[in-house]
């Protein structure tokens, strides 16, 4: 049984940093790809990062490239998101999810299992 225990989300100001945290549980990170989403009020779900089962390579979205990292611990039960320079259009509810397609797919294709979303608020 897939599990997705996600946490770190709060409040923050412009420029400032977070890191969320998934525990995944009932599956390796090796068999499925491993990603964050996020949905902004009154928006659609965004794929924002992910990262491949097996090569372990990442991806994120344009609009978070340069800002939020991907990382898992070497046990592979812990992945990560690292969010710097936050903004506004930040603000959001982030998700972990898992066996997905890692990539563009993200756009347009969900993600089979969710863990409960996490708030982040970045203010102006």
């Known amino acids: 049984d897939v599990q997705l225990q996600a946490s770190g989300g709060g409040l923050v100001q412009t420029g400032g940093s977070l890191r969320l945290s998934c525990v995944a549980s009932?599956?390796?990170?090796?068999?499925?790809?491993i990603g964050w989403f996020r949905q902004a009020p009154g928006q659609e779900r965004e794929g924002i990062s992910c990262m491949h089962s097996k090569s372990g390579s990442t991806w994120s979205a344009g609009s978070v490239k340069d800002r939020f990292t991907i990382s898992s611990d070497k046990a592979k039960t812990t992945v990560h998101l690292e969010m710097n320079n936050l903004k506004p259009e930040d603000t959001a509810v982030y998700y972990c999810a898992a066996n997905l397609i890692c990539g563009f797919g993200m756009r347009t294709t969900p993600a089979i299992s969710w863990g409960q979303g996490t708030q982040v608020t970045v203010s102006s």
């Open positions: 009932g599956f390796s990170f090796d068999e499925y790809d």
